[in-house]
Each structure stands twice: as structure tokens, then as C-alpha cells.
């Protein structure tokens, strides 16, 4: 069997638990496509399924491969697949069940896949699936995010918030965001209309009758923020389930998304991305055996936009 460098873990930890080191190389089974990875993006994920914070959630056999974002080019395909073939240049969030994309090669199906933006580098690419798909399901899937509407982005920095930031207002809604003030900036130049430092201001002291308040956050920031949502809102977490009981109170509804892969999705943020619409915020880019230096970054929870390795 042929080998290929890969990140895994042999076991949960810390970042020292990545391994860079030969693993075998994936076959695609019927319906699969062998995809030669040029770059994969770091998201928190990676590292609470690193550290064992998801076990009895999702169990993994050991050794795993991290990493679920991914830019490449088709190498090969498993039986039954039209849709690609050999030099397709390809983007995903490939299924988070199975082992990831820190690696030169991973098998994915060939649903999962998208035509990688043509503008964008595979580093620029790979940044966009997972916090891209997350914030359009979330705004956009369980909000109903209109035109006019007001929403409330909480970590409007970070992966996920950096691209609903983008996806708001180009759906032609009122942003406000909360960072702290060094990006305050940066997150103006990307679309917000408002920015609150949340060091300084209580949001729930300026903010009031938003229609979507998305949840990047949870614990007492999602607790403070259902008084901003007017009667009817929505507060849309990533994080859990929101309680029903607060929802009811309130008089909004509360709702809990976890992303899933979407084909058509990845083809929509690709236009986007093609039309100038769209940018991946890249704080470093890294290579591949520089994981575990990646994973410490993202860690201080203060990541600008996404890391990303790059595996060519
Ligand atoms: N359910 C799902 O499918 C799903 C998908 C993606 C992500 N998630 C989860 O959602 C969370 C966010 O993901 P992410 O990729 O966006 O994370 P991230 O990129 O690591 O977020 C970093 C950002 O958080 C900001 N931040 C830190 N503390 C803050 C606070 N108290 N208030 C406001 N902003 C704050 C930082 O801004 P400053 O530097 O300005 O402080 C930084 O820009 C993670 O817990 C992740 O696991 C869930």
C-alpha cells in the first residue's frame, strides 16, 4: 500500500499529540474521489476533537487524521462517479466522521465536493468551506436572514464571523459586530456598519431590537443576548442547542446549527468569491508539518479570520 505524510493523533491531548509521519495512502471507494490536498484550514474543531472534548459526541478510531477544510485537485475516482475527474481543481467540508485532510491525500464523496473558486489560491480556497457553509446555514438556513434586517455577530473576527460578516451584508443586512478594538478596523473595511468592543461595552447596553443575533460564543454572552432580539427574532447558536425555555421568554425563537456539508452551497460561495463578493481573511499560513504550532494559535481563541496549512 502507498504512503503519504499526514498530522495524526494516536491518542487525545495536547498539541503534542500531532504527529507528523507516514500514514497509508486512502483508496476512494464507490461513489468517492481521492483528492490531492493543497491546503487545509485549521477551525476549533480540530483541536476539541484533538483534545477529547467530543468524545461520546463523535468517536473516532485511533490513528486520526484532523482537519475538515480542504482545497485540492482530483488525483482519482471510486467507481460510479461522473461528476469529476482527474485535474479537477476541488473545495470541501469533507465529513467530519472520518479521517480529515491534514494529509497529501483524503478520499471524499464526490457529493461533498465543490469547484474551487477560480480567482483564489488553494490556501485562500481551503479557508472557506467549513466557517463559510457554517455561517451561510446558520444566517441563511436557520435565520432566514433578510434583506433590511438586523443582525448581531458575536466573534464577527473570527472564522465563522469574518465570512457571516461578508454574507449579511451582501444579503443586504444591517451589521453589528463585537471584537475587540484592535479589529474594529479591519471589520468596517469588511461590511460591518457597527462594531462594539466587548472589553469595554456591554453589547446589550447599546443593541436592541435586532432580528437575528448569531451565537458564536455561548455560555453568559448567549445568556445576555436574548433581550436584544425583537419579539419574533431569532438567536441562531453554533455552539449546542439554545434553551427553549429562554426562547419562550423572550418571545423569539432559538435555534441550534451544526454544519453539514452542502454541494450547492460551496458552488455559491464560489461565485461569490469569483465576483469579489466573497474574501477568506488569512491570519498565517503554515505547512502542513507546522500543525501543531497552528493548533497553539488557534487556541488563544483570538485567531483573525482562518489559519491554514499548505500541504503543496
Ligand atoms: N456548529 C458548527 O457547525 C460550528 C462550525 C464552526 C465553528 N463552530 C464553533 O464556533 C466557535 C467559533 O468558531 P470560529 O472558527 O469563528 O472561531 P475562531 O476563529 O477561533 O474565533 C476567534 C475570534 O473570536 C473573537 N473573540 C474571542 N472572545 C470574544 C468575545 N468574548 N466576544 C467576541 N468575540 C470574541 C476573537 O476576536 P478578538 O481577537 O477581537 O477578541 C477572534 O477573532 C468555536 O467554538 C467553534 O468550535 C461551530
Redesign the pocket.
Known amino acids: 500500500m502507498a504512503n503519504m505524510k499526514a498530522v495524526r493523533i494516536h491518542a487525545y491531548g495536547g498539541p503534542e499529540v500531532l504527529k507528523y509521519e507516514d500514514a497509508p495512502r486512502p483508496e476512494p471507494a464507490a461513489g468517492e474521489v481521492l483528492v490531492r490536498v493543497h491546503a487545509a484550514a485549521i477551525?476549533?474543531?480540530d483541536w476539541?476533537i484533538r483534545a477529547g472534548y467530543l468524545k461520546g459526541f463523535m468517536d473516532y478510531q485511533m490513528p486520526l487524521i484532523l482537519g475538515w477544510d480542504l482545497s485540492g485537485v482530483v488525483e482519482s475516482t471510486g467507481a460510479g462517479v461522473t461528476d469529476w475527474k482527474k485535474g479537477d481543481a476541488v473545495y470541501a467540508r469533507p465529513d467530519i466522521r472520518r479521517d480529515g485532510s491534514y494529509a497529501e491525500y483524503i478520499a471524499v464523496k464526490g457529493s461533498e465536493l465543490g469547484h474551487k473558486p477560480k480567482s483564489l489560491s488553494h490556501v485562500q480556497a481551503a479557508a472557506i468551506p467549513?466557517?463559510a457553509l457554517?455561517a451561510w446555514q446558520a444566517l441563511f438556513d436557520a435565520a432566514g436572514l433578510q434583506a433590511g434586517q438586523k443582525v448581531l455577530i458575536?466573534?464577527a473576527?473570527?472564522?465563522?464571523?469574518t465570512f457571516a460578516v461578508q454574507l449579511a451584508r451582501w444579503k443586504g443586512a444591517h451589521v453589528i459586530g463585537?471584537?475587540?478594538a484592535?479589529?474594529h478596523a479591519f471589520l468596517k473595511e469588511l461590511g460591518a456598519d457597527e462594531t462594539i468592543d466587548?472589553n469595554l461595552v456591554k453589547f446589550e447596553d447599546v443593541v436592541r431590537n435586532v432580528d437575528v443575533v448569531l451565537d458564536?460564543?455561548a455560555g453568559e454572552?448567549r445568556d445576555r443576548s436574548w433581550q436584544v432580539l425583537k419579539k419574533g427574532g431569532v438567536l441562531v447558536t453554533?455552539?449546542g442547542q439554545p434553551s427553549q425555555e429562554d426562547a419562550a421568554r423572550h418571545g423569539v425563537r432559538g435555534v441550534g446549527?451544526?454544519?453539514q456539508p452542502n454541494q450547492g452551497q460551496l458552488e455559491e460561495l464560489a461565485k461569490l468569491a469569483d465576483a469579489g463578493k466573497l474574501h477568506p481573511v488569512i491570519e498565517a499560513e503554515l505547512p502542513l508539518a507546522a500543525a501543531v504550532r497552528a493548533h497553539e494559535m488557534?487556541q488563544t481563541?483570538?485567531?483573525?479570520g482562518k489559519i491554514v496549512l499548505r500541504v503543496v
Open positions: 477551525n476549533p474543531v476539541k467549513l466557517a457554517t458575536h466573534a473576527a473570527g472564522g465563522v464571523g463585537t471584537a475587540s484592535r479589529n466587548y458564536t460564543m454572552t453554533i455552539l446549527v451544526f454544519v488557534n481563541l483570538h485567531t483573525r
